[in-house]
């Protein structure tokens, strides 16, 4: 069992910058890959990013190209989703999730955080 918690979200103007934590505890953190996801009202949930368990390879939704950047650190057994340039249509729930073996644009992740708002104002 992995127990994951967000944190980080926030209010911010277009333009503007936030960075979310993904505190896991549980299960090793390590050997888990991580995405994170959004789900704004009436859409369904999407995938933002992921990261393979050692933190080499990162995956990006087309939206968030060259504007967010996902990383994590092991040893803190945290997760992160660094947001640059933020639009309007960013503003969604923000959910971190894991899973063992690789890391898919699916929402097909054993372990799910409850998520965090994130608001971006024109």
């Known amino acids: 069992q992995v127990q994951l918690v967000e944190s980080g979200g926030g209010l911010v103007q277009a333009g503007g910058s936030l960075r979310l934590s993904c505190a896991a505890s549980?299960?090793?953190?390590?050997?888990?890959?991580m995405g994170w996801f959004r789900q704004a009202p009436g859409k369904e949930r999407e995938f933002v990013a992921g990261?393979?368990?050692?933190?080499?390879?990162?995956v990006y939704a087309d939206p968030v190209k060259g504007r967010f950047t996902i990383s994590r650190d092991n040893a803190k057994h945290t997760g992160y989703l660094q947001m640059n340039s933020l639009k309007p249509e960013d503003t969604a729930v923000y959910y971190c999730?894991?899973?063992?073996?690789?890391?898919?644009?699916?929402?097909?992740?054993?372990?799910w955080g409850q998520g965090t708002q994130v608001t971006v104002s024109s």
């Open positions: 999730a894991v899973r063992q073996g690789i890391v898919t644009i699916t929402t097909a992740y054993d372990y």
């Open positions: 549980g299960r090793t953190f390590s050997s888990y890959a």
């Open positions: 990261i393979t368990w050692t933190g080499a390879r990162q």
